[in-house]
Each structure stands twice: as C-alpha cells, then as structure tokens.
C-alpha cells in the first residue's frame, strides 16, 4: 500500500466499521473503562453512555460478548484439525505441535468472532525459535486490499504512541513477492514523514538486518504470493462494500447493553432491599460532638445514625445504615400505636430480573446465530434428545459456515509453514497444499443413537458394520472391522437359537469383503 507522506491518519474509507470495531472490542474486554468511551457508539443514551456521564456511579457488566466469541473459537477451531500433508506428514505434526497450531488457531477464531475478521501471518525469526511461527492479526489492526473479494496485499500497523511530542507507527506492508517495513513520525491524525528505522528500539533489529527492513519472499513462494492469509467471520458485511467480515456481537450490542442495565437494577433491588430497623428516637443515645478543630477533615465515623456528631443533619441518605429514627412530627402507622422499634424490609424482585436477563440473554445467543442450549440454556426444561438436537442445529449451521469461509486460508497457510521451514530451516518441501478434514463433532445422545440403532436392526435394514460405524463415527476402517470381528466372534458361541429371539440378536450374514 502506497502511503503518502502527510495524508491523513487513518487513511479514508471503511468509515463505518473504525466506529465499531473500538466498540466490538470494548464489548469484547469487558474493560469499564473502554466500555464508557466506545459502548455508546453503537448503543447511544443506553446504560454505559449514563455510566460515562457519571463515572462515580456503580458499574457493572456481564461479559457475555467475550463467552460468544470465546465459544465461537471452540465451536470452530476446538478440536485438532485433520490437515492431509501426504509423504510431509510426519514433518507437519512436528512442526504444529513446535507452533502451537491449535492454540493459534483457536486464538484467531476468538478474534475472529469479536471482530468480525482476523489475518494469519506466518513469521520468522531464528533468534527466536529454529522453526516458522504464526500470529493472529486482528482486523482493525491493518489496511487490507480485496481484488474480487481475494485479499491483494495488506499493510500492519503497530501503533507504537506518543514519544517526544510525535505519534510513531510501524508499518508492515505484504505486498507481492516482498514485505516491506517502515517507521512513520508524525501527529494522531497526520502520517506525517518515513524515518529510520533505526530511530526506535522496536524496529532497530529490522535496520540491523541485511534485508534493511526489505524482505523478498519469492524464494518461499516463487509465483509472488502473500504469504498472509484472511478469515472473515462471516459474510456478506452489509455496513461496507470490502469483505472484511461481519462481528457475531453485530446488531446485537443494544441488548448487551440492556443485560447490563438489568444486572445493574438487579444489584440495586439488593442495596435498597437490606434489613433496616427504625427505632425511637428516645431511645439513641447520646454522643460527644466532633472536634471543630480548623484542621480537621469530615469522615465517616463522625456520622452517626444519619446526623453529623456536631448535631448538624446531613442531606446525605446513608444506604448502608442499619438504624434510623423517623422524623418528629410524623403520625405513626399502626393507628396511633407508638412502636420503639420497627423492622423494614423491602422486597426483592429477584424472579423479574432473573426472566428479564434470560429472555435477554436468550434473544442475544440466538441473534448471534447460536442455540441457547449452547449456552448452557435450558428454555424448554427436559426435552428428549431428538428435540434438544433440532433447536442446537442453528449453532451447527453457524459453525459450519465459519468453517467454510475459514478452510482455504487454513489450508494455504499451512502450506506457506511447511514452505519457510523448507527455506529457511533445511525442512522438505510440499510440492501440492493440504486437505483439511473437520473431524465431525456433533455429540449424539447416546441413548437416542441406541434406540435408532436398534430400530434398524429389528427391522433387518442396517448390517453389524454399519451399526458399529454409526455408534462409533470416530472410528477409522480398520477399527470397525476389528470390532465387527469380535461381534461375530461372540456371536459364534453364543446359545443355539431358541426361536423366540428378535432380529437384532440374530447374526447376519455378511459377505467376506
């Protein structure tokens, strides 16, 4: 990306998704302090715009945002993927298991899911490890380039602040055949002029290299390519023409807002509802007044039963007080009964507030595009397990979108790995890309895979290897064939058949394969 010297910071365009991706994130961290700033950008006079106009109130915050985007990663990238790399593959299982590939890929769906997008960049760096490393890029952390939806080059920016009076930025350009690094000093909102990069500590190594911050990558990839890939959470993204990936917290941040505002009511029914007993005022006794030395600074233990000690009352409602006396002049309200002391409890509305925070938690999952079972939801109490898994199906169709969009780029960045291992590092060279198999991992009831099983077998319609393929999806060919062995081996001396047996305790013939 050509960046001119003092143009704006940052560059035009994509306007609409810098509003939201600070507000994303701030939803994201469950951070009081950028939900106060970034919150009411997308949920404006909503609970965090009041909390930012008064910063000394209470806050509270349920971080349902990050547990969306926490099992988002789970969903799609929780279980080992099956990358088919051929004669390499003992080679890739070594070099994942140096990189952490799971880890970081579970790391880039969490961004993913919160963000709306995340960019795999592979890297390398001998002083740091003998083997290639991959890191997750968070989408508002770059300015990406799409040619017909594919990404074309991609620039990284690494904010590095304010130092002596200018605003520096490390850019990092993957551009066609090469990665380019420079260093910027200028203002918050002007780019300003291109330094050197030996100017700052973070980039210094860069400079030191013999590259001098230019490095050709066509020796890894001789037909030019990036060696950065791209993962949109979903698509299309309707507040922008660029792919550059839909937040699941998306449309949905009013509603976290409301659950916050919910949890903060619910806490306040728990202050205002503390056991508190009114007594007469005969019956206080008397203290020593506070010293009026010029000194001396007000403090909580000068306060007494709502009064200050120097007799003078205070406009202050103190709702912590365990004790008050009712104001003279008062008529009492047991019908001219004088009571000494009277118990005041105020009453919880512990059952609204918990049905308010589920229905809200229950439109915001299913709003994400995920069951509220997934959530640990039960909304319809005991249901059987052909229902529970019809209603968890929208969170396996979402998943299995994200997968979708997310294969390509897992593939080709494994491959890019294998490819610097074989440069720089002596490892061999893949000669084809990967195939990646998501392992199935829908958990059937047990028991409704059983009676289904069963079913079949009583009506003579499903073969011992079939049955034992279906109670087993994990199972590899050999496997089965073992354990459809020991079932006939058993079979085999079991009782002679008396005649009253049903289908399924009969042994069917199978042809030898």
């Keep these: 990306m050509l960046i001119r010297p003092d143009s704006q910071w940052p560059p035009p365009g994509a306007a609409k998704m810098r509003k939201r991706w600070p507000s994303w ?31 000394e109130d209470r806050q509270v915050h349920l971080p349902l945002a990050a547990d969306i985007a926490r099992t988002s990663a789970e969903l799609v990238f929780g279980d080992t993927q099956a990358l088919d790399f051929g004669p390499l593959q003992d080679s890739w299982e070594e070099l994942a298991q140096d990189i952490g590939w799971t880890n970081s890929l579970l790391e880039a769906g969490e961004v993913d899911a919160a963000l709306g997008g995340v960019f795999l960049r592979p890297a390398w760096d001998k002083a740091v ?11 508002d952390e770059a300015l990406p380039e799409f040619r017909f939806g594919m990404l074309w080059q991609v620039t990284f920016v690494t904010e590095l602040g304010e130092r002596d009076g200018f605003w520096w930025r490390w850019l990092e350009h993957h551009e066609r055949g090469q990665i380019r690094h420079e260093l910027w000093k200028g203002t918050a909102t002007n780019i300003g002029r291109a330094v050197a990069l030996a100017d700052q500590p973070e980039t210094a190594p860069l400079a030191a290299g013999e590259d001098g911050g230019l490095i050709d990558t066509t020796p890894i990839r001789p037909d030019g390519g990036l060696l950065v890939d791209y993962i949109p959470n979903d ?31 619910w806490m306040r029914d728990l202050d205002l509802g503390k056991g508190r007993v009114i007594v007469s005022s005969e019956m206080l006794d008397g203290i020593a007044p506070a010293p009026r030395s010029t000194g001396h600074v007000q403090t909580a233990t000068d306060r007494f039963f709502g009064r200050l000690r120097r007799g003078t009352p205070t406009k202050v409602f103190d709702e912590d007080a365990k004790v008050f006396t009712p104001l003279p002049g008062l008529p009492p309200d047991d019908g001219g009964k004088v009571t000494p002391i009277t118990h005041v409890q105020f009453q919880l509305r512990v059952q609204e507030h918990a049905d308010t925070a ?16 997934t959530f640990g939801q039960d909304v319809d109490g005991q249901i059987s397990g052909t229902s529970r898994r019809l209603r968890e199906r929208r969170t396996y169709t979402t998943r299995n979108r994200k997968r979708r969009y997310a294969r390509s780029a897992i593939e080709r960045t494994a491959e ?15 000669t084809e890309r990967p195939k990646l198999d998501w392992r199935d991992t829908d958990q059937s009831d047990p028991k409704e895979t059983a009676e289904t099983i069963n079913t079949l077998r009583m009506a ?30 058993e079979r085999a ?21």
């Design 235 to 265: 698509l299309p993204q309707p507040l922008d023409r660029l792919p550059f990936g839909r937040s699941d917290l998306q449309g949905i941040e009013s509603a976290l807002d409301m659950l916050d505002t919910t949890w903060d009511s």
């Design 358 to 373: 589920m229905a809200l938690v229950e439109q915001i999952v299913s709003r994400a595009g995920y069951a509220p079972q």
């Design 25 to 55: 994130r701030a939803w994201w961290s469950g951070d009081f302090d950028e939900l106060r700033k970034h919150a009411p950008a997308t949920a404006p006079n909503g609970y965090w715009a009041k909390r930012d106009r008064h910063p």
């Design 416 to 430: 890019t790995l294998m490819l610097i291992a074989a440069t720089d590092f002596g490892g061999e060279r893949p």
């Design 129 to 139: 490890a003998n083997h290639p490393l991959l890191t997750a890029v968070p989408v």
């Design 460 to 489: 003579e319609a499903m073969s011992t290897e079939i049955a034992v393929r279906m109670a087993h999806p994990d199972w590899d060919d050999t496997q089965v064939k073992e354990e459809v062995g020991r079932i006939k081996a």
């Design 493 to 513: 001396t079991a009782p002679a058949p008396s005649g009253f047996e049903t289908p399924d305790q009969l042994d069917d013939e199978e042809p030898q394969a």
